[in-house]
């Protein structure tokens, strides 16, 4: 069986927000410094700006997934690169955190899955466009 475009993207926002929730239970927010700078520019309460940056993601991607990808709206396309771009350098910074660090650290166990359902996204996108424009 072979997925469509939405239905990639749409694993992808699913996987995103697995990788959100080991985030959330690994306190990220707590021990990852990117995530203590962009947390504490929405609030003191990191935790809580972890929490809504998170939400808005997911529902992002969702909302994203319902009006344009799955519609395959002219944005779609920009909405699709956003996520892919997005995923594929989260992967790689959280397996490479981890690698440093010689030890688990909050996200790495779902990012390489981020990582290959982005590039899977990234490949079908990629053949889709080369066979329409062809």
Do not use: C
């Amino acid at each position: 069986m072979k997925l469509s475009i939405a239905s990639w993207y749409l694993v992808l926002v699913l996987v995103q927000a697995a990788h959100s929730l080991e985030e959330y239970f690994g306190q990220l927010w707590e021990v990852f410094p990117p995530a203590i700078w962009l947390t504490g520019l929405i609030s003191e309460d990191r935790h809580m700006a972890f929490v809504i940056i998170n939400i808005g993601l997911f529902v992002f991607g969702i909302f994203s997934w319902f009006f344009f990808v799955r519609k395959d709206h002219e944005f779609a396309a920009f909405l699709i690169w956003f996520w892919v771009v997005l995923e594929l350098i989260n992967g790689v910074i959280h397996t490479g955190w981890s690698i440093m660090q010689a030890q688990y650290t909050p996200g790495v166990i779902t990012a390489p899955i981020l990582f290959i359902v982005a590039f899977y996204l990234m490949r079908n996108y990629l053949n889709k466009k080369a066979i329409t424009t062809s």
